[in-house]
């Protein structure tokens, strides 16, 4: 298995350049179900996730050809059985279940286990379904979704008690726009991950409108075509790196950005005493003159998003003062916490509630990673300790930051792979 071994104590300066979303290209590939004929997707990043993705389709019938970050699919012949092994891998598969649903009016689909960061069910992809005239059951593990009728557009509203979906949207909307008459999402996540998709699909001829927003409406088309695509720049990636500018940069730019994407992270890191500064597509931190204590809830976007909590509660353990972070997105989110204290950090948790106060130094140890987030929060914590931290099951952080220890590097990190 492989480890991450950070030397700490270094700076990071200079320029890095962001790769496209994860969570875009995920339900972007997966919507190149939806027409006999070819897609081109461009800047899809190089991860275990974006590749088990392939490989999904690629099972389920398409042809996939990738050059780089561009991938052309072809999926002229499908079948709606997708593989469980590669299902089971990456929860992210679930939206492969919009698109069969959508083209073939049937789709069997293994239903994604609960993960690390919480129970994580799918109750409401299926009732969105339903409420299109799906007929959906759980048997032997797997969802078996079938439309003997017609499937037929309606008003549906798709929030839970922690907010609305994001891979429900998506799978919703992607069954939708072949779906005859007018549906409305209400409650709709506002996510720029599911406007980068419908973007994608109004490319291929469906007519959405209200992406990006709580309320989306989808007119039925009767087939879409192919169209090529540049997927948006991965703002989780992004806000990772200006963390890491906060927490052990000498000035760091992030290139290739949508700052408008970046905002809560932004303002986040400004209220906290940080320089940052934007362009159209750039955004620099600077060494914070000083930086104090934050109080943070993470909330659907346009809220601060829980994909950026625990690289914050890494921050928050360098910084003078007492910081809280409240997540109310997924259960139990806060894995890195045990290992943050592995490193001498002083952290209270209590329920929802990470209540923080900042320690002179952190200091290396040995830790593992249990999540992608928390992953990501270790490295940067790692980074600003005094010693030498190894980090466990690396695999964590390939599947969503690519190349993430490279790219350190470039910036003045000391990090080197190891297989024990
Ligand atoms: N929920 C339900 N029922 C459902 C679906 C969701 O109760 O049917 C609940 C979830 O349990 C959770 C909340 O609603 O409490 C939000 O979950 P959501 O469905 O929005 O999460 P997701 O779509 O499965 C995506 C991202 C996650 C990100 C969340 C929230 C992808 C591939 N994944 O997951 O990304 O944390 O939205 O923004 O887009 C990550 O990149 O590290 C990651 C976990």
Redesign the pocket.
């Known amino acids: 298995m492989q480890k991450l071994i950070v030397q700490g104590g270094t700076r990071l300066r200079g320029k890095v350049t962001i790769s496209g979303s994860?969570?875009s290209s995920?339900p972007i590939l997966a919507a190149t179900l939806l027409t006999k004929d070819e897609c081109v997707i461009h800047r899809v990043p190089d991860l275990s996730d974006t590749n088990y993705m392939l490989q999904i389709l690629r099972e389920l019938g398409a042809e996939v050809e990738r050059a780089s970050g561009t991938m052309n699919i072809k999926a002229e012949k499908i079948v709606p059985d997708t593989p469980y092994d590669l299902v089971v891998k990456m929860?992210?598969s679930i939206c492969v279940m919009g698109p069969l649903t959508g083209r073939l009016r049937k789709a069997v689909v293994s239903l994604p286990g609960g993960c690390v960061?919480?129970?994580?069910?799918?109750?409401?992809?299926l009732k969105g379904l339903e409420y299109l005239g799906a007929k959906v059951q759980v048997d032997g593990g797997n969802i078996h979704i079938e439309a003997v009728e017609p499937l037929k557009g309606c008003t549906m509203n798709l929030t839970?008690?922690?907010?609305?979906?994001?891979?429900?949207t998506d799978n919703v909307m992607m069954a939708a726009v072949l779906t005859k008459g007018t549906t409305i999402i209400e409650g709709a996540?506002a996510?720029p991950?599911v406007e980068d998709l419908a973007n994608f699909l109004i490319k291929m001829g469906a007519k959405i409108e209200g992406a990006g927003t709580t309320r989306i409406v989808i007119e039925g088309v009767e087939e879409l075509h192919g169209a090529e695509h540049t997927v948006i720049p991965d703002r989780?990636e992004a806000g990772t790196f200006l963390v890491a500018g906060a927490i052990c940069g000498d000035g760091v730019m992030v290139r290739n950005v949508i700052p408008a994407h970046l905002k809560t992270t932004i303002e986040l890191l400004q209220s906290s005493g940080y320089d940052v500064t934007s362009t159209k597509d750039t955004v620099t931190i600077m060494q914070g003159t000083s930086p104090k204590g934050f109080h943070l809830t993470t909330r659907?976007y346009p809220g601060f998003?829980?994909?950026m909590q625990a690289q914050f509660c890494a921050l928050a353990c360098t910084i003078p003062g007492l910081s809280s972070i409240k997540e109310t997105?997924?259960q139990n989110r806060f894995m890195h916490v045990s290992e943050l204290k592995r490193m001498g950090a002083n952290i209270e948790l209590d329920g929802d509630t990470a209540r923080i106060t900042g320690v002179p130094m952190l200091s290396g140890a040995p830790v593992m990673a249990s999540?992608?987030?928390a992953s990501a929060a270790l490295v940067l914590a790692a980074i600003n300790a005094k010693g030498t931290t190894k980090i466990d099951r690396l695999y964590h952080i390939d599947r969503?930051y690519e190349h993430l220890d490279d790219k350190l590097s470039s910036l003045g990190a000391i990090t080197e792979r190891i297989k024990e």
């Not at 907010?163 to 429900?168: A, I, K, P």
Request: net charge negative; aromatic share 6%; charged share 30%.
């Open positions: 994860k969570n995920l929860r992210a960061i919480g129970d994580r069910p799918v109750d409401l992809h839970s008690k922690y907010g609305s979906t994001v891979l429900g996540a996510e991950e989780i659907p998003p829980t994909d997105i997924f999540d992608l987030r969503g």
